[in-house]
């Protein structure tokens, strides 16, 4: 089995920082491009930033600038570092990371994490 666990979230003060964590543990063997998700009361799902497995970023743009998402593959994590926080970053964050579980030859599948709740107040 395979598990996503995040962790980092909470409320902050409008202009403070969050570091958020998302460690994948289980049968994962192989790991590929992974991101941030979050989604607020109204809105849609939007990704906030991705890694992919070489390395490469991408930052939605109402958070470029503020947004740093960085990659351990040795120990299975993704992690999201946002500054200068607004209260329209308040959601629920998730991780997703497309891994694989089995042999070079298995199929690739994507995992999502519970969510972490990020609250920022003015």
């Known amino acids: 089995q395979v598990e996503l666990v995040e962790s980092g979230g909470g409320l902050v003060q409008a202009g403070g920082s969050v570091s958020l964590s998302c460690a994948a543990s289980?049968?994962?063997?192989?790991?590929?491009?992974m991101g941030w998700y979050r989604q607020a009361p109204g809105n849609q799902r939007e990704l906030v930033a991705s890694i992919s497995s070489s390395e490469r970023e991408t930052y939605a743009e109402s958070v470029k600038g503020r947004c740093t998402i960085s990659r351990d593959n040795a120990k299975n994590t993704v992690d999201l570092r946002m500054n200068s926080l607004k209260p329209a970053d308040t959601g629920g964050y998730c991780c997703?990371?497309?891994?694989?579980?089995?042999?070079?030859?298995?199929?690739?599948?994507?995992?999502w994490g519970r969510g972490t709740q990020v609250t920022v107040s003015s």
């Open positions: 997703r990371v497309r891994g694989r579980t089995g042999p070079g030859w298995g199929t690739w599948e994507d995992y």
């Open positions: 289980g049968s994962i063997t192989s790991l590929g491009a």
